[in-house]
């Protein structure tokens, strides 16, 4: 079972739209999660931190269920700008050695006018 | 600021070259990491230097030989590559906090391209 899956879409979704992506980890041991956003041919790029309590940001809202192992982005009002692939990621430390992070596969979206 | 710099951008080289790829970072991070990513895929580990020493190698080939001269530099030397080596390179260094979240931040890649 990989460490952490997510759909991999693709969202086409017009502008103004809510969307959500889900992911889950497998590893109830993992400490760190994140959604990075990867633009083509670009470098990932930390979005954001998530926390059990929910953190929001702007017109981005990630949640993060350690019980159900489970992790959400909810992206309100599309932005053309939005489009891009939105990737999961999981840190979990293996003994003392310093955390290694786990990437869902990506959810790529694309909002049009 | 979170930057990580690596140079070049864009690297062509033949089966038989030898070049390095460099990265660098200021921000006091204490591991730095190497990764491969292909298209449509998400990064796969390789190296992580942690304190300057080799801390977890992902079974990487040995014609791809890292080096770590100091906390703020890494390099990666490639050495008789196979075209299936054609990906983009991808630099990070992360940040432990007290409370012991880590975070990683990546430079802009390096884009090979094995002939």
């Known amino acids: 079972r990989k460490e952490v899956e997510q759909d991999p879409g693709p969202f086409n979704v017009p502008e103004g739209a809510t969307v959500a992506f889900n992911c889950t980890y497998s590893n109830s041991a993992s400490q760190s999660f994140f959604w990075y956003r990867q633009d083509c041919r670009k470098e990932p790029k930390l979005l954001m931190s998530?926390?059990?309590s929910g953190n929001e940001d702007g017109r981005f809202t990630a949640q993060l269920n350690r019980a159900s192992q489970y992790i959400s982005l909810l992206i309100r009002d599309s932005k053309l700008s939005d489009s891009a692939t939105y990737l999961c990621?999981?840190?979990?430390?293996?003994?003392?050695?310093?955390?290694?992070?786990?990437f869902g596969r990506g959810t790529q979206l694309t909002v049009w006018p | 600021d979170t930057e990580v710099t690596q140079t070049p951008k864009h690297l062509v080289m033949g089966m038989t070259n030898k070049k390095s790829l460099k990265c660098e970072q200021h921000m006091g991070h204490r591991a730095m990491y190497w990764y491969k990513q292909k298209a449509k895929k998400p990064p796969e580990l390789m190296f992580v230097y942690s304190y300057e020493k080799l801390s977890i190698n992902e079974s990487v080939p040995s014609r791809f030989s890292p080096e770590c001269p100091n906390s703020s530099l890494l390099n990666l030397h490639l050495h008789a590559l196979q075209p299936e080596d054609s990906a983009l390179y991808l630099c990070?260094?992360?940040?432990?906090?007290?409370?012991?979240?880590?975070?990683?931040?990546f430079g802009p890649g390096t884009r090979l391209l094995v002939l």
């Open positions: 998530v926390y059990s």
């Open positions: 990070a260094s992360s940040h432990v906090r007290t409370s012991g979240r880590e975070t990683q931040y």
């Open positions: 990621v999981v840190i979990r430390r293996r003994g003392s050695t310093l955390g290694r992070l786990y």
